[in-house]
């Protein structure tokens, strides 16, 4: 048994703010304080703040994806180490920066064996992924018949043969356009399936995705990523999910106005307005980094825009019955326009949105830039002069085209913590870790107080994952093994003969060439229930 004494604890979903309390482990799991406790160790938390783990919810670190980022970084050695690294360093990098549960962003089905082989290396953390699947031949043909069971079962399949934890839509139906040589030009263009449309598969999956009870629910990705004026067009995607439960992930990439002239103008304070108010929907930032970065992303069609955009090379993969996996190298430069605008406009959403347990700290590792800039975006966050420093180095359209100069408001400490743990996990649907009550993993993060907010949350003192500590000072310690959470939503099992002659019908992927097969078991994986 281990207690920790003289903490300032903070535990968002009991209310606990900063106060001074013990918090006693045993085994894995946080447990009442004994009433006689014969033997156990004390960690001194005297000076230190103390709360739950820090949850990633979306971040590209693992699978074939990968591989093209490395292709375009092996020169730069710079740019791979902070953009690309090994998994091993990425969960270390993680786990220093005191994050225990971490979420890749995306995995095709048929290529999900890359992503778990990755993920099998990220040792401590516990890890998982989340299946694309907005342009599965399978699901759309399901999809644009509309029957619901056959939706929940091609669902469940893919899920079962990829591993995945959640459902990934990356501006759905647009891929398999795309491969037609045709673009979507709004939410009710017809795919080329029917009268498929994407408000359609959006609306489907978002419905059936929720009727399964799956612990996360939607991850969705929507159209028109990155361009200038989307704010019209996400503002009607969030229309379009009529208040039903789904995560909006990197909205800073669409909450664009435009200046007339083709450029680019923070839209953060109507897109926060039409938003706040819906309770079932959470999202997370994408915040950009000034620097190197690298776009990742399985949106064909809005990657084809931005390498005409840049005119920079890319590499495009394109996979046959889904979509594709594409990347192209991006530069924030401090003295470019629209990447002084992008900045503001992420922090603005940030500073603008009321409740952190709804919106989340992320870059879009490596879309943004490296997730290792976390402590840098926190101190921006708490810190107003810190913010105003950087607004001012970079170009003046960044103060002129956005409204964060009127944005007054200092994030608390507590607003930190919950918008990176207690909210992540609570969106994931992760019941056993983003608090402190009695029975939750022991998953906590310490942290000297200090002066500098940014050195504070570079260096927890320690980290404890399920129980054990496993980063003291800065160094990794033990060999604990983490899990791969992942979900197997229950369905019609004699739906598969059906998948099975679509497959046959449509494409020439058969359900053995799918990464997991049908019956293989993903190495150290955790079910996670479905309600
Ligand atoms: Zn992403």
Redesign the pocket.
């Known amino acids: 048994m281990i207690v920790i004494r003289g903490a300032e604890v903070y535990d968002y979903a009991h209310g606990i703010r900063g106060t001074v309390q013990d918090v006693w482990v045993e085994g894995e799991r946080v447990v009442a304080a004994p009433e006689n406790p014969a033997r156990y160790e004390v960690i001194d938390g005297k000076g230190c703040i103390l709360a739950p783990a820090g949850v990633e919810i ?1 971040s ?1 670190f693992a699978g074939s994806g990968l591989d093209s980022v490395r292709r375009f970084l092996s020169s730069n050695f710079m740019a791979l180490d902070s953009l690309a690294p090994s998994p091993e360093i990425v969960s270390e990098r993680y786990l220093r920066l005191g994050y225990t549960t971490l979420f890749d ?2 995995s095709s089905p048929l290529l999900s064996q890359s992503t778990h082989q990755d993920l099998d290396r990220m040792k401590i953390v516990d890890r998982g992924t989340y299946t694309l699947m907005g342009d599965h031949t399978v699901l759309l043909g399901a999809l644009a018949k509309g029957n619901a069971s056959e939706i929940r079962d091609t669902i469940a399949w893919l899920l079962q043969v990829s591993g995945g934890y959640a459902v990934k839509l990356v501006n759905p139906g647009s891929g398999f356009a795309w491969k037609n040589s045709s673009t979507l030009s709004g939410l009710d263009d017809p795919i080329g399936w029917n009268d498929l449309t994407q408000r359609k598969i959006i609306q489907r999956v978002v419905a059936a995705v929720n009727r399964m009870g799956l612990p996360h629910p939607v991850h969705l ?1 929507a159209r028109r990523l990155g361009q200038p004026g989307n704010q019209v067009d996400f503002l009607k995607t969030i229309k379009a999910l009529e208040g039903q439960r789904a995560h909006l ?2 909205i800073q990439f669409y909450a664009y106005g435009s200046d007339g002239k083709g450029g680019y103008t923070s839209a953060a304070e109507q897109v926060v307005k039409l938003i706040e108010s819906s309770q079932k929907l959470t999202f997370d930032v ?1 915040q950009i980094i000034p620097g190197p970065a690298m776009a990742i ?1 399985a949106d064909t069609s809005s990657m084809d825009s931005l390498r005409r955009m840049t005119a920079h090379p890319w590499i495009s993969c394109q996979l046959e019955g889904e979509g594709g996996i594409n990347a192209l190298p991006l530069e924030y430069l401090p003295s470019d326009p629209t990447s002084a605008v992008q900045w503001a406009t992420g922090m603005e959403l940030l500073l603008r949105f009321p409740d952190p347990t709804r919106m989340f700290l992320t870059t ?1 590792h490596p ?1 943004g830039g490296p997730f290792m800039a976390y402590p840098q975006v926190i101190e921006w966050l708490m810190n107003r002069e810190s913010r105003d420093e950087m607004l001012q180095s970079l170009h003046p359209a960044g103060n002129k085209r956005s409204g964060l100069s009127g944005c007054h408001r200092e994030y608390s400490l507590e607003d930190v913590l919950a918008m990176t743990g207690y909210g992540p996990a609570k969106s994931l649907g992760l019941t056993d870790r983003g608090h402190l009550g009695v029975g939750a993993l022991a998953e906590l993060r310490c942290y000297r107080k200090q002066a500098s907010i940014k050195a504070m949350f570079e260096n927890p003192a320690w980290v404890m994952h399920r129980g054990k500590l496993v980063v003291k000072n800065g160094k990794i310690q033990g060999s604990l093994q983490g899990r791969t959470l992942l979900v197997r939503p229950s369905w019609d099992r004699e739906r598969s003969k059906a998948i099975h002659s679509s497959l046959s019908r449509w494409i020439s992927f058969q359900p053995e060439h799918y990464a997991l097969g049908e019956k293989h078991q993903v190495k150290d994986g955790l079910e996670v229930p479905c309600s």
Request: hydrophobic letters at 20%; aromatic letters at 0%; charged letters at 10%.
């Open positions: 979306h590209h962003a995306a990705h992930c990197h994408g992303t879009d879309n």
